[in-house]
């Protein structure tokens, strides 16, 4: 899947097709011409994806970056299974992925806590849905996210960020081996959303999960990220992509003072203003 070099540094080879892992091992989720469109109320259909091929290496961790509106959420509702493409296909590990696959655990932007449900109801959902009861495995991923003290509390008794704790737990819960988050802390205040990024960087350090990150914060995507994908206006599709030649572990508060980050910042900005257009 990569190499790495003597500091550390992930190596990609540079003859692939933007959205393609690097050469070797088999893809883990790969994305095969994906089209969509949707109707439109007065008639027509609006085109939404065109053409999306991308594939990630077991444990990449992978962004996408696109203007608001070109389909970026879109795309990982179609790879879930919750909404059929036109064209194209989604596999894990070279199986058609079907809805509600266990393996695939989906993020969503907004807060998805059950409000009636403690943290640890909350977290035990998704093992109660296959009538497995395992109280030990959900009060041990609360502790693992931090927030094991708060396994009785209700949501409304938790700060945002610790939500935010709580539904990586139950993510985990489900067992997944991908992870499709949807701009999961942009709802955060700025000094929180930067111990989320700590977080999850620590947890796929642990786990060996595959990532892909959708954000329209470029430092974000830098910041977490061994490629960063460029979606075009919409019809969404990849422009261009971006391997991140920053070396791991990576401290996030420093990471804005390494050398490869402003110029790789300055860089997918420049190409992602030309997507931007008022409306
Ligand atoms: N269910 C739907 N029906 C019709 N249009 C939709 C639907 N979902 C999204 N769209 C439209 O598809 C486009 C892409 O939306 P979305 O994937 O949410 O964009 P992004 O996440 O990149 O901001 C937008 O123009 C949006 O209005
Ligand atoms: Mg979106």
């Given at each position: 899947m990569e190499m790495r070099t003597a500091e550390g540094l992930r190596v990609l080879d540079a003859e692939r097709a933007p959205g393609q892992q690097p050469m070797g091992a088999a893809p883990k989720l790969q994305v095969k011409g994906v089209s969509l469109s949707f109707p439109q109320a007065g008639g027509g259909r609006v085109e939404v994806l065109q053409g999306v091929d991308l594939s990630?290496?077991?444990?990449?961790?992978?962004?996408?970056?696109?203007?608001?509106?070109?389909g970026k959420s879109t795309l990982l509702s179609v790879i879930s299974g919750l909404i059929p493409p036109d064209a194209g296909s989604c596999e894990l590990d070279g199986k058609p992925i079907t809805l509600?696959?266990?393996?695939?655990?989906?993020?969503f932007q907004s807060d998805t806590l059950l409000p009636w449900a403690t943290a640890l109801e909350n977290v035990r959902f998704p093992l109660?849905?296959?009538?497995?009861?395992?109280?030990g495995l959900c009060l041990s991923l609360?502790?693992?996210?931090g927030v094991?003290?708060?396994a009785q509390a209700y949501p409304w008794q938790l700060s945002g960020g610790m939500r935010k704790r709580v539904q990586l737990a139950r993510l985990l819960a489900q067992q997944p081996k991908v992870?499709?988050?949807?701009?999961?802390?942009?709802?955060?205040?700025?000094?929180?959303?930067?111990?989320?990024?700590e977080e999850?960087?620590?947890?796929?350090?642990?786990?060996?999960?595959?990532?892909?990150?959708?954000t329209h914060d470029l430092s974000e995507a830098i910041a977490l990220s061994d490629r960063v994908m460029l979606f075009t206006n919409r019809p969404g599709s990849i422009k261009e992509e971006y391997p991140v030649p920053i070396e791991r572990p990576r401290a996030i508060e420093t990471i804005v003072?390494?050398?490869?980050?402003?110029?790789?910042f300055v860089q997918v900005w420049q190409s992602l203003r030309k997507e931007i257009t008022l409306e």
């Open positions: 990630l290496g077991e444990g990449e961790f992978c962004s996408i970056v696109g203007p608001s509106g070109c509600g696959n266990p393996a695939v655990g989906y993020m109660d849905a296959v009538g497995r009861k395992d109280d609360l502790k693992k996210v094991g003290a708060f992870l499709l988050m949807d701009e999961p802390f942009g709802a955060l205040d700025a000094q929180t959303r930067l111990l989320m990024q999850l960087l620590r947890l796929w350090d642990s786990t060996g999960l595959t990532v892909l990150f959708v003072q390494h050398p490869a980050y402003n110029s790789l």
